[in-house]
């Protein structure tokens, strides 16, 4: 599995998260986001942030539990709009 993260003004940005097939359900995509967040610790910056999808029912949960919370439309850092543009860009 791996994880892409970027560092978009202090703020930790995931961009892609993925565990191969044979390997999901075993904890190692929950591994690769807690190490992310110590990361982000570490190096004192502001948040960590993600985009996920609302229709796969598992999905928010999940981030949920590691401390995730949604942010409101008018709370949008700008790195989060252009992920989001460029998520509805690519269908
Ligand atoms: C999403 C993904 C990265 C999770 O990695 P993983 O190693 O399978 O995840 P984990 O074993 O650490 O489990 C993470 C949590 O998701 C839940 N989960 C994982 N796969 C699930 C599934 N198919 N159905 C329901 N719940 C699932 C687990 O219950 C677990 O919850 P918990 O640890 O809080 O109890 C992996 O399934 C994947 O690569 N999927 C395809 C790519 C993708 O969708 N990436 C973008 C996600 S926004």
Known sequence: ?????????????????????????????????????EHARREQMRAVTLTTFRDVPWNAPFYQRMGFVEVAPGEHEAHLLDALQKEIEHG
């Open 1 to 37: 599995g791996f994880i892409r993260a970027r560092d978009f003004d202090n703020l930790l940005h995931i961009e892609e998260l993925s565990v191969s097939l044979a390997f999901q359900g075993q904890g190692v995509g929950r591994r690769l986001v807690l190490t992310a967040i």
